[in-house]
């Protein structure tokens, strides 16, 4: 007796790529998603062309990218007769005569990726039957998608609730173990369905030198603005986390490169007008990354912007030191 029942959209997706290649053919199944131009290929049944899970492609060369705009058929058993495919630069880099392709959609109807299959040699035309029954598991796989998309989100925002006890108790934000729970718990998220992240890595100056010369209590000061700064810079569905003394850090959930940059910048921002000054470090998250990896990425480039502010200031030290 066979079990069908599916734990997840990832074992769901990878049962029907193995059913459609045994029943249809075609060399690569895939489900994918598109991040901005990135194509990244979430689960493959491959049995030619050497393409694995995790692998990123441009969306915009891909025969998908055509698809989704209507340009060409969601099946083209000769793809090389069509103009758009057969002109998409994806043709380059693979030898592809037959194509299939579905979309999948998010929650917001807004476009998550496809249910697609490339062949190097032309195929015969699927029977009515079986064009059906690939629409169909494209739904079925689309509608557990974004079922389990709004559990997801349920789940982070449950999450962020429940981790209330780990917090640091002067700034109220997530102590070390809280942001080490949170990450892991993300990471998951990013591995299931290729959500891009973005880790910032911050870490004050001069804090010591204000609990030397002014007291602990002006550097209590100093920390609960920064923490103030950073919960004004992230978003609410962002981590927001005080790891040690002067040691902060920011979890921005699917973000890309550019949500990272505009996060740098309502984050100076804020500090700036907090009258507080720190060194920053960014990595944003691929899918070759883990979030730890980011997370060492993202320190080491707070350090070298660290260093980089000494050595900047030591420099307008000994220009101006002569002239006091």
């Known amino acids: 007796m066979h079990d069908f029942a599916y734990a997840d959209f990832e074992s769901a997706s990878q049962a029907v790529l193995r059913a459609l290649r045994q029943r249809l053919g075609y060399g690569l199944w895939m489900v994918t998603r598109t991040l901005k131009d990135d194509w990244i290929v979430l689960y493959a049944e491959d049995s030619c062309y050497g393409v694995p899970s995790g692998s990123v492609m441009r969306w915009s060369d891909s025969m998908c990218s055509r698809m989704v705009l209507g340009q060409g058929p969601n099946f083209a058993p000769h793809a090389d007769h069509i103009e758009v495919y057969r002109t998409a630069p994806v043709t380059q880099q693979l030898p592809i005569k037959a194509y299939i392709g579905l979309p999948l959609t998010d929650v917001s109807g807004q476009l998550f990726g496809t249910l697609c299959a490339i062949d190097p040699q032309p195929q015969q035309p699927l029977s009515q039957q079986d064009e059906s029954l690939v629409q169909l598991l494209a739904g079925?796989?689309?509608t557990l998608l974004r079922l389990e998309l709004q559990a997801s989100e349920s789940a982070r925002a449950a999450e962020l609730a429940q981790m209330e006890a780990l917090t640091d108790p002067m700034t109220q934000l997530f102590n070390r173990r809280g942001w080490e729970q949170l990450l892991r718990a993300e990471q998951a998220r990013c591995h299931r369905?290729?959500?891009?992240?973005a880790v910032l890595a911050i870490d004050l100056d001069g804090?010591?030198?204000?609990?030397?010369?002014?007291?602990?209590r002006a550097g209590d000061e100093l920390i609960l603005r920064?923490?103030?700064a950073l919960r004004q810079a992230a978003r609410v569905s962002d981590v927001v986390a005080r790891l040690g003394g002067d040691e902060f850090a920011i979890l921005s959930v699917e973000s890309d490169a550019q949500d990272a940059d505009a996060l740098i910048r309502r984050l100076q921002r804020t500090l700036e007008d907090k009258q507080v000054l720190a060194s920053i470090g960014v990595s944003v998250k691929t899918p070759q990354l883990s979030l730890q990896t980011c997370c060492e990425l993202a320190d080491q480039q707070m350090y070298d912007n660290k260093r980089w502010r000494r050595q900047q200031l030591h420099a307008v030290l000994e220009r101006t030191g002569p002239a006091l």
């Open 207 to 216: 804090l010591k030198d204000v609990n030397d010369r002014l007291g602990h």
């Open 140 to 142: 079925l796989l689309n």
């Open 226 to 228: 920064a923490a103030d």
């Open 193 to 197: 369905y290729g959500h891009s992240a």
